[in-house]
């Protein structure tokens, strides 16, 4: 039988989306009643990084999108059939189109016009599949915004006017889809598509002020007041930031008065960027995140006006940070955030990653950028995460239909939190979840102390049962520690395991009294793809053995 929980988030995603037919029905038939501007006022720039070897591919009729190739012999990528949803993506949102402003030629400029061109052609008239997706249609509207220069570079007069057309169709499409849009990073990006075209364009001063406060209600909604995005996921607010720059530049630019949380919103999803970054400059692995090109990180934070030290804690987003000397460890210390809105969260309650001087260390196994559905579940799971199993099942649940994105409908309700730092400096925090309290009966509470010279990372994990709570069969527990695929693993005895970083850096992992396991385990956020890693694994009893106790010291 289906829960409350899961049985209301059916009949309201069946509600939503009936209604959306609805709007689309209505768009389709009156589509050619809309106003299209005959020009364009200013491109935005982009801040993602742009790679000449892409642009070089395209221009031979390759197209490197999303982990796979297309070859397409010089034809257009639209009458063939893609690779993956990934590719599909990727190649409708236009987002590859910054690659080809590496050179402005007359060759890059009319390969991107006759891509684009193809699908006015192709997709252009049809409001259907993957191509008129929102957030596909609102990352294309940013792309063609900021790229228009090399699109429309010696462009005619009919090209322009078709371009410009699609344009203004795409922005009435993606008004009217506003209020049926997913709630989280979807909905943020279309209003920020809206917010860029009202001012790139020529716009009444209305449409610039229902647009702006429209922004506005997101950065209320979604940017938690530490900064953090509602998702809980540390990347979230790097991709917004890659937009929201751009845009408070183009407002300045023109002489706009700007959204009141514009300012105000990216000084506050500043720190919490910072919070998140590991010492080798990456993003720590949690609820969907996954690996992050350092150019785009750093072209960031050159615009970082609130730099300081990152933050010990978030409370609203629910994170800790450990950190001393050339150590650093980030723990997820929230429950899954509401509905819909944890459609991408992991059941990683609990887990944590530790990075020192320049190496990830212990980390969670991420999200994949490019991989069949299948996987990004398998990243979800508790297995997934350095943290507790038990009875191998996930400390949060998942519903079982895509019907609902399959969003969180059971599990961590609960996070206890205390943090105290003891007479000798150290940093200790302590977190217990109820996940696990429903089902079998028992509370996971983690310890982690954290030295003051950043040397030695302390950890205890305990199984707990409330005095209530009566408990006959034991319990399967599985601790694992998720080893960064760029460090070596060597077992010293039954107790410890050395993790050696190419530069030659080393941590002791030991658990006393208990077997330090080695397995082979899988990697989802690597840049190029899923690989293989390795994983430290302890294997426990309840009520047998209700705690372990496990340490990591720097070696070398």
């Known amino acids: 039988m289906l829960s409350g929980r899961f049985s209301s988030l059916y009949v309201g995603e069946a509600w939503r989306r009936m209604r959306c037919r609805a709007a689309l029905l209505r768009l389709r038939l009156f589509r050619h009643g809309s106003y299209a501007p005959d020009r364009l006022i200013v491109a935005p720039t982009d801040l993602r990084a742009i790679d000449p070897h892409v642009a070089e591919e395209i221009l031979s009729g390759r197209f490197p999108l999303a982990g796979r190739l297309l070859e397409t ?10 690779p993956s949803r990934s590719f599909a993506l990727r190649l409708h949102s236009f987002g590859w189109l910054r690659h080809m402003r590496t050179k402005k030629s007359d060759l890059h ?27 596909v249609t609102a990352q294309r509207v940013i792309a063609w915004l900021s790229h228009s220069p090399v699109v429309l570079y010696n462009a005619d007069r009919g090209f322009y006017r078709r371009f410009m057309r699609s344009l203004a169709f795409q922005i009435r499409f993606l008004r009217r889809m506003a209020q049926y849009a997913p709630p989280g990073e979807v909905r943020f990006r279309l209003r920020i598509a809206l917010a860029m075209a009202s001012i790139a364009m020529p716009a009444r001063a209305s449409v610039l002020r229902k ?22 996921n540390p990347r979230a607010g ?30 506050r999803m500043y720190p919490a960027l910072r919070f998140f970054r590991h010492q080798d400059g990456d993003l720590a692995l949690f609820n969907g995140a996954t690996s ?88 979800r799971t508790t297995a997934a995460h350095t943290t507790v199993t038990l009875n191998d099942t ?9 019907f609902v994105a399959n969003v969180i409908v059971d599990g961590v309700q609960n996070v206890n939190v205390d943090r105290a730092v003891a007479d000798d400096g150290r940093d200790v925090i302590k977190a217990s979840h109820d996940g696990y309290l429903k089902m079998f009966g028992v509370l996971h509470e983690r310890e982690l102390t954290l030295n003051a010279t950043g040397s030695i990372l302390t950890g205890c994990d305990r199984l707990i049962m409330p005095e209530e709570r009566k408990r006959d069969e034991p319990l399967r527990a599985t601790a694992r520690f998720h080893v960064h695929p760029s460090i070596n693993l060597n077992r010293m005895d039954r107790e410890s395991v050395l993790m050696t970083a190419p530069d030659g850096e080393a941590w002791l992992f030991s658990t ?4 330090a396991l080695i397995s082979d385990d899988v990697f989802f956020a690597d840049a190029s793809g899923v690989c293989g890693s390795d994983q430290i694994e302890i294997s426990f009893s309840y009520p047998e053995k209700p705690e372990i106790r496990w340490f990591l010291s720097r070696r070398s």
């Open 394 to 402: 996930s400390s949060s649940r998942f519903a079982p239909s895509e």
């Open 109 to 135: 400029s009319n390969v991107a016009r006759a891509i684009v061109g193809s699908w006015l052609s192709i997709h252009g008239g049809r409001i259907e599949g993957i191509a008129w997706e929102i957030d």
């Open 73 to 82: 012999g010089g034809k257009s990528p639209f009458t063939f059939s893609l």
């Open 211 to 232: 647009a702006a406060d429209a922004l506005d209600l997101e950065f209320d909604s979604q940017i938690l007041p530490d900064g953090g995005h509602i998702s809980r």
């Open 238 to 267: 790097l991709e917004l930031l890659l937009d929201l720059l751009p845009l408070r530049q183009t407002y300045v630019n023109l002489g706009h008065d700007l959204p009141q949380k514009l300012i105000s919103g990216i000084d």
């Open 292 to 379: 992050t090109q350092a150019n785009e990180l750093v072209s960031l934070l050159r615009y970082d006006e609130t730099a300081g030290e990152p933050f010990k804690a978030m409370p609203h987003s629910r994170y800790q940070r450990l950190s001393a000397g050339r150590t650093a460890v980030i723990a997820d210390t929230g429950a899954p955030p509401p509905g819909r809105q944890s459609q991408t969260a992991h059941a990683g309650s609990l887990s944590f990653e530790m990075s020192s001087g320049r190496h990830r260390f212990i980390v969670n196994s991420g999200s994949p950028k490019f991989a069949a559905r299948r996987y990004i579940q398998i990243a």
């Open 512 to 515: 006393p009294g208990n077997e």
